[in-house]
């Protein structure tokens, strides 16, 4: 089966999904600041309602959940929640082009509040700008009593970022050169507190003062601010709380369905492209109908708030009546590919299933970094993978890998994993991999040293690694790897964390049913992507690389839209506007 394929912002004709769009309210309560607090139970009962009336009563009910006052007829959570929005916006917006909740420091703000305590260090000479925010902790029992959070502008340019004290290290604090050791001693001169939140974000942890490896149990206050609403802590409370409200007239039912995406970009040609997969797991709803499975899929790249270009595909294929049983325990996997450029993006995914009338819906906001630097991928875990010389998404050097959203393994089958590491100019003649697997809460640790041979990088300077990793007599529990790419001769070092899992028995692996895209590789397609490709630029502010783009695009395939925006864009001769032909 091979699906067809449309791209709303090449073709002539925009094909759309049979279910209405939500309305804008909808959409912003789903996507917007108030999805830091959003369960996935409850963001999965929102996307499959079917009116605006049982919407707002989700919402309402969404807000009467948080109520730490319930019936009292005003909700104190509600109003300091878009208060903090509010003053999120004003403070973090203006300096970081985007909207304020959408940054690091906007969504800490937006999640615990005020800081007790806050020292800037933004005009040393040769330190990156920071600031050190104190916490106390607002109510997860994952964290500590007390912690910090370090934010600093890795590049002067995109912005205060959270600071992780593994992944990052104190080196990445400095302008100039220093190994871990330099940097730590020179930021002790400047501020003790300062140094010693560079190694550990917990008061009173053990920092270590030897190797000056940052602590692996601070990665818990990192995932609080990445993932608040994935918190465990968070989500029982939202249960009980729930419970408590069983008295409410108009109830939501909460079925198990499940929808996750997975964002990984990576280069191919020395172009970055996102690959990305969403998986839909709803076992009580059937896959086919009539004979036939059918779903819409609908996907949607932002930069901030302006969409960039939309996709939809229809895949259908038989279904035999004999297998209708096992097709509805089976997940739903569909995969693509799109062409990006260096920037902040917001991708957002919607599918319906005909057979069963539903709707799914999720979101990932992703980065895709400038070249020059020694850089690493996000790390993927892998659930299989076979040789595969057809050009699809997530296939590297004649291997088809299935990426997997949390994985999940046991210690004797070991951990699988995928990433790829970005050679600068010059290249480096020798590089280490450190792999370091850590429990957070039980202090078990590993750790694997290894080589990566700068020859195997392709003409570009991209390398594509796949690792397993033994985990044998490693308890079962929740796991954070690291994975660390160091430049031996210059103590460059690039380093990414990923989440997994180890469980205690043997989960049953039924096989999803995957819809990968292929790479058509026809004129017409090639020229789709130089199009999209040079809208992202466009999103971007830069018209010179969107008209190279754009005369790609022309000169590969005939492409109305593309000679016209090309048109458009040198009639206007200034730098900019990112509004794609025909879309306002």
Known sequence: MRPRFLVTAFLFVAVCLPAAPLQRRYEEWLNGPTSYLITKQEREAFVHLSSDAERDTLIERFWAIRNPEPGSGSNEFKDEFFRRVAWANAQYGPKSGTDGWRTDMGRTYILFGKPQQVSSFVHHQDLRPMELWFYQNPGLTELPPFFYVLFYEKDDISGFRVYHPYVDGPDKLVRTSRDKAQAYNYLRQINAELARASLSLIPGEPVDTESFAGSMESAQIVNAIQGYRDMPSYSRLIRQRTLMLESVKSRIRYDVAASSLIAFVAHERGEPWLYWQLEIRDPLQPKAQDGRIRYDIRAQLYSGEKLIFERSDTPQFAAPSETAADLNKRAFVYEDRMPVVPGTYRLVVSARNHAAARDYQAAREFSV???????????????????????????????????????TTQSIRGLRILYQVSLPEPRPADLSVEYIIGNVGSKARRTYEDKLDPK??????????????????????????????????????????????????EEDEIRPIVVSRGNLGTPQWIAGSHYERALAWLSQ??????????????????????????????????????TPAGRK
């Not at 400038?370 to 690493?376: D, E, F, Q, T």
């Not at 991928?377 to 998404?393: K, M, Q, T, Y």
């Not at 796949?466 to 660390?484: C, D, F, I, N």
């Not at 000169?555 to 925006?565: G, Y």
């Open 541 to 578: 502010g830069r018209q010179a690389e969107a008209l190279a783009a754009l005369e790609l695009s022309r000169q590969t395939a005939h492409n109305a839209p593309a000679e016209e925006l090309i048109r458009k864009l040198r009639g206007q001769g200034r730098e900019g506007d990112g």
């Open 456 to 505: 195997l990088a392709d003409a570009y300077g991209s390398i594509t690694t796949s690792k397993v990793l033994a985990t044998e007599e490693l308890p079962p529990g929740a796991y954070q790897l690291v994975v660390r790419v160091k430049d031996v001769a210059t103590g460059k070092l690039t380093a990414r964390s990923a989440p997994f899992r180890i469980a205690d028995v």
């Open 369 to 407: 970094e400038a070249p020059g630097a020694l850089a690493i991928s996000d790390v993927l875990g892998i659930a299989r993978f076979e040789p595969d010389r057809r050009e699809r998404p997530f296939q590297f050097g004649g291997v088809k890998f299935t990426p997997t959203a949390l994985p």
